[in-house]
């Protein structure tokens, strides 16, 4: 059995029976004036973090959400583009697609603004998106792309990348891991379909999405998330696994690499009102401007004893130098 078969068995049971807490932490619950969140999808929220962020759905944006689990973060794109198929959901496992269109049924009950019509419930195969090229505004997945191994992490990204307008973004949660881990935990394909084993580090799951050609990425949050210990998983070390949230936008890359925000910031605190590089980066003075780390690298490199650089937060809230 491969990999994926693990994981489609595993979700399949997941989808018939709610099993809270499968693999992974609970997502913040939107409190939005008229949304309500029916239990049962709150119990099949099978994600790492959030992928819903307000700025990101201005416009009523064409958007695409892969892994459907139990319709939380589809009921809550729908939120914001109200239209009828304005939110496409695709799964490749028809049991969720059976329990999410379950699930709108009770959100309808319990939200007036709502109809089941909005979200656009396919099957699909994440390497394989049944989704026009250059069609969607905003696409997400949460805690699904960590499962992927190598090759298939390639696909599916290029697929996002396909489908995305320029200038669309792609926004994900998923758990990586800055330690080695051993070869029978990577091998694990159970550990692997629970979101544990194919965590990578923040350093090689950014790589992956700037290879695919997306020319910004901001990672907004980065929190704890799981322990592999001795006692319970196949490691002589205890390993520590972090949730990150990111959005990789579909911007043309620069001739001078990507463009990639990690929460830092630049304070100029010399003699005058400001400071200009030259390059398009004007610092005001004593007033933070977050920069992405190339252009913090270019303005360290200028040796300057007026400026104050922060380090990574991996908190980034938009604004900035580029």
Excluded at 5 to 19: F, G, Q, S
Excluded at 55 to 68: A, Q
Excluded at 88 to 98: P, R, W
Excluded at 121 to 150: H, T
Aim: proline share 5%.
């Amino acid at each position: 059995m491969s990999y994926l078969e693990t994981t489609h068995n595993v979700y399949k049971e997941a989808a018939l029976t709610p099993d809270v807490g499968l693999c992974c932490t609970t997502n913040p619950i939107w409190e939005l004036p008229g949304l309500k969140i029916p239990r049962i999808m709150q119990e099949m929220n099978y994600g790492c973090g959030s992928t819903v962020h307000a700025r990101d759905l201005t416009n009523n944006p064409k958007m695409l959400y892969v892994g459907v689990g139990g319709g939380m973060e589809l009921l809550q794109f729908a939120y914001f583009n109200r239209n009828k198929g304005g939110v496409i959901g695709l799964d490749v496992v028809d049991e969720m697609l059976e329990a999410s269109r379950k699930n709108f049924k009770i959100a309808e009950e319990q939200n007036d603004w709502f109809k089941s019509d909005f979200v656009d419930l396919r099957k699909g195969d994440a390497m394989n998106l049944p989704v026009e090229d250059n069609s969607i505004d905003v696409a997400a997945q949460n805690c699904l792309f960590n499962i992927f191994k190598s090759d298939d992490l390639k696909k599916a990204i290029s697929e996002m990348y396909r489908v995305l307008k320029p200038h669309g973004r792609l926004v994900m949660s998923d758990p990586t891991c800055e330690q080695p881990m051993n070869d029978e935990l990577r091998n694990d394909d159970r550990l692997r379909a629970l979101c544990l084993s194919g965590s990578l580090s923040i350093a090689e799951y950014v790589k992956a999405l700037t290879d695919a050609g997306f020319g910004t990425i901001e990672i907004r949050a980065r929190k704890p998330y799981r322990i592999l210990d001795p006692k319970n998983y196949p490691t002589d070390e205890l390993i520590y696994i972090e949730s990150i949230e990111v959005a990789a936008i579909k911007d043309p890359m620069p001739a001078d690499g990507p463009c990639i925000f990690t929460g830092r910031a630049a304070i100029y605190y010399g003699d005058e009102d400001y400071f200009d590089d030259g390059l398009g980066h004007i610092l005001l003075k004593n007033q933070p401007l977050a920069i992405c780390d190339k252009t913090t690298a270019a303005l360290q490199a200028l040796g300057r004893d007026d400026i104050y650089f922060s380090e990574s937060t991996y908190h980034y809230d938009g604004g900035g130098c580029c």
